[in-house]
């Protein structure tokens, strides 16, 4: 089981970032998959998260009407689009497993920068 993160970096505020999570050794059409982030001295806290089909989505009150999960099953990639961005979306973000059917997992990736900053 593979999950890298790609796209993160610096942007300023009210800039967007769009994070991808490329999956590989596992049936990731079959998988409910999330975003988590963890910021300095903070827990790690849910982001975002979508069902296998993409059907349902749920996100994490600070971030609703700004982030857009979504994902590609062809690709074998799901997506974070991150719009405008405050200095407090500053963290590592993690893609996660979250399910394949009713079983939960816990497979995490290495996790991506974002750093919002002027």
């Known amino acids: 089981v593979q999950l890298v993160e790609s796209g993160g970096g610096l942007v300023q505020p009210g800039g967007s970032l769009r994070l991808s999570c490329a999956a590989s050794?596992?049936?990731?059409?079959?998988?409910?998959m999330s975003w988590y982030r963890q910021a300095p001295g903070k827990e790690r806290e849910l982001v975002a998260s979508?069902?296998?089909?993409?059907?349902?989505?749920n996100y994490g009150d600070s971030v609703k009407g700004r982030f857009t999960i979504s994902r590609d099953n062809f690709k074998n990639t799901v997506y974070l689009q991150m719009n405008s961005l405050k200095p407090e979306d500053t963290a590592v973000y993690y893609c996660?497993?979250?399910?394949?059917?009713?079983?939960?997992?816990?497979?995490w990736g290495q996790g991506t920068q974002v750093t919002v900053s002027s």
């Open positions: 979508i069902t296998s089909a993409g059907e349902s989505t």
């Open positions: 996660k497993i979250e399910r394949l059917g009713r079983t939960s997992l816990n497979y």
């Open positions: 050794g596992f049936t990731f059409s079959r998988c409910d």
